[in-house]
């Protein structure tokens, strides 16, 4: 999904049709997307090229697409993933990888995220300052 996704994406100069920014809820460094194919922020962030750490993608529905980051300016030798068939608990991996301070910027797709998880991931991400893109179905 993610990688036909990014792929259709190459031709729209990576503005997505259905983007509508009030889908979006952002802290300081925790951006939570409750519209799964809205990457444009995403992408800005890590074109910007404020910190040149590495980016994780934590179990993302497809895989993404190489040729897209390297249209995008993104050098792909800084993309780490880890497969959802690798994955037991994946907000409490996503809590202890923030922490971990290893990442620049970590991306997940969750189906829900109560307050209470994003209270926490918010503070993980501010104790290491890492960005995390969070895309939700609720």
């Not at 926490?120 to 960005?131: L, Y």
Request: net charge negative; aromatic share 8%; with cysteine.
């Amino acid at each position: 999904m993610l990688s036909r996704l990014m792929t259709t994406t190459q031709a729209n100069s990576f503005l997505l049709q259905d983007y509508e920014p009030e889908t979006t809820i952002s802290a300081e460094l925790v951006n939570v997307h409750y519209q799964e194919n809205n990457y444009q922020k995403l992408l800005s962030h890590i074109q910007a090229g404020e910190d040149q750490g590495w980016i994780l993608f934590l179990a993302p529905p497809g895989k993404p697409n190489t040729q897209f980051f390297q249209a995008a300016g993104i050098d792909k030798s800084r993309v780490l993933m880890i497969d959802s068939s690798k994955v037991n608990n994946q907000l409490t991996l996503l809590s202890a990888l923030l922490k971990s301070n290893n990442y620049c910027t970590v991306v997940t797709w969750v189906n829900d995220l109560s307050s209470q998880a994003r209270a926490i991931i918010e503070a993980d991400a501010q104790q290491t300052n890492t960005s995390c893109f969070i895309y939700c179905n609720q």
